[in-house]
């Protein structure tokens, strides 16, 4: 497919995406704007929840259509050396009430200091920590963030707990708009594939693995010196 026909077939699932909540909130409004007397029935939470759950769904896409934008544009000029541990415990404690609601535990190992665009790297923690946690399976998440040298690079691996990934939709979960969670979670579909984007503009790669015994471990390769140690986190 050429850039073009995905930047079409991309416009379209964002179409797609908008118009329908759109549509949920106008029909409901419009129901109580010609039925005055349903304000006052048994039905006007129930509507008054569709017309907020709608918004609340638009709020997310567009919230996940600025990262996306965001991940696009990474720039060389802002890249700097950074301590990923120190960017990875920024990322825990921002999403400090989201892991302590879910009973998540996350270990992490020393992590090295790479050369990078840090805003985009806490962005790619915060998306992969937050995905182990989402698509949960009925235990509470545990969750491993592990760096390793390799041929002059630096290859990450976050791995969890989850109920794992069929084999046919290890490389589709990185596309814009996929949702494959079996666990009854929604969002925009977007923080695999900002995590994508990221690691290309990085000059790296990413994919996916799944385990026999279940889980689901998430590796990426960024750029780093040769013999570079990890500094303690």
Not at 215 to 223: A, E, N
């Amino acid at each position: 497919m050429s850039p073009g026909e995905d930047f079409r077939e991309f416009l379209l699932r964002v179409c797609h995406d908008l118009r329908t909540p759109l549509r949920a909130v106008r029909a409901n409004a419009q129901l109580l704007l010609k039925h005055p007397e349903k304000r006052d029935g048994a039905d006007y939470e129930q509507i008054l929840g569709f017309i907020i759950g709608g918004a609340e769904k638009i709020d997310s896409l567009v919230d996940g259509l600025s990262n996306y934008s965001l991940a696009l544009h990474v720039e060389a000029g802002a890249f700097q050396p950074v301590r990923t541990g120190v960017l990875l415990r920024a990322v825990l404690a921002k999403l400090s009430r989201e892991l302590c609601s879910s009973g998540a535990e996350v270990a992490y190992d020393d992590l090295p200091r790479i050369l990078c665009d840090p805003d985009r790297l806490m962005n790619l923690f915060e998306n992969l920590v937050r995905n182990a946690v989402q698509h949960r399976g009925p235990a509470a998440p545990k969750i491993h963030i592990g760096a390793e040298a390799r041929d002059g690079a630096w290859l990450f691996t976050v791995r969890d707990n989850g109920p794992g990934v069929d084999s046919e939709d290890l490389e589709r979960m990185f596309r814009p708009f996929e949702r494959l969670s079996r666990n009854g979670t929604s969002g925009a579909g977007l923080g695999l594939a900002i995590c994508r984007e990221i690691v290309v503009r990085h000059n790296g790669r990413i994919w996916a693995e799944s385990t026999a015994g279940g889980g689901c471990v998430i590796r990426f390769i960024l750029p780093g010196a040769a013999g570079q140690e990890a500094y303690p986190t």
